[in-house]
Nanobody, 125 residues
Framework: EVQLVESGGGLVQAGRSLRLSCAAS????????IGWFRQAPGKEREGVAC????????LYNGSVKGRFTISSDNAKSTHYLQMNSLKPEDTAVYYC??????????????????WGQGTQVTVSS
């Protein structure tokens, strides 16, 4: 059974940093892509970043490029989203998701089959 568990959310002031973690289990690490998504109140879920563990490709949503960094630790089966220079508009519930993918990843929510429960990130001004 595929399981994804996010952690690391919280309340921070604008300009500060947070690191989200996504502990993954139940699948062959190298055959999956991991995406980070977020959903703010009243808005649709949007892609933030993704990493393909099969070919190492990474993709970022333009609004976070240069501020957020996605990474993977194969030994720990854990994925990370380092978020720097946070802005109030980054406030949302953040989710990690997984899909079996042997090519470059995309940040389209409908592509992903497995989802974590989400972690709240709140950025105050």
């Amino acid at each position: 059974e595929v399981q994804l568990v996010e952690s690391g959310g919280g309340l921070v002031q604008a300009g500060r940093s947070l690191r989200l973690s996504c502990a993954a289990s139940g699948f062959t690490f190298d055959e999956y892509a991991i995406g980070w998504f977020r959903q703010a109140p009243g808005k649709e879920r949007e892609g933030v970043a993704c990493i393909s563990n099969s070919d190492g490709s990474i993709l970022y949503n333009g609004s976070v490029k240069g501020r957020f960094t996605i990474s993977s630790d194969n030994a720990k089966s854990t994925h990370y989203l380092q978020m720097n220079s946070l802005k109030p508009e980054d406030t949302a519930v953040y989710y990690c998701a997984a899909v079996r993918l042997l090519e470059s990843c995309v940040v389209t929510p409908s592509v992903y089959d497995y989802w974590g429960q989400g972690t709240q990130v709140t950025v105050s001004s």
